[in-house]
């Protein structure tokens, strides 16, 4: 099985930064997407920001300029670098995962827990 723990949600004042991180652990498998998501109350999930096959990074335009994602492959772990927080933000943020195992190619999809952002005025 894998894991995704999200951590560094929070309550940020408009303007202010947070970063978020996603640790994956478990059994290995062949990613092609790793990112972040987030839902707002009354909101459909939406992606923020992601790493797709071949290396290319994918941002909502709401955030382009603002966010940042980033990974450290040794710790298995993804970040996401938010800056000019604005209350728009506010949402819950879930890492996800996606891709095939390495011997039957069967497609896989993980998410995290989430973890809460609240961005105040």
């Known amino acids: 099985q894998v894991q995704l723990v999200e951590s560094g949600g929070g309550l940020v004042q408009a303007g202010g930064s947070l970063r978020l991180s996603c640790a994956r652990s478990?059994?290995?498998?062949?990613?092609?997407?790793m990112g972040w998501y987030r839902q707002a109350p009354g909101r459909q999930r939406e992606l923020v920001a992601a790493?797709?096959?071949?290396?290319?990074?994918n941002y909502a335009d709401s955030v382009k300029g603002r966010f940042s994602i980033s990974s450290d492959t040794a710790k298995n772990t993804v970040y996401l670098q938010m800056n000019s927080l604005t209350r728009v933000d506010t949402a819950v943020y879930y890492c996800?995962?996606?891709?095939?195992?390495?011997?039957?190619?069967?497609?896989?999809?993980?998410w995290g827990q989430g973890t809460q952002v609240t961005v105040s005025s």
């Open positions: 790493f797709t096959s071949g290396d290319s990074t």
């Open positions: 996800r995962a996606s891709g095939s195992r390495y011997v039957s190619g069967h497609n896989v999809d993980y």
């Open positions: 478990g059994r290995p498998f062949r990613i092609t997407t």
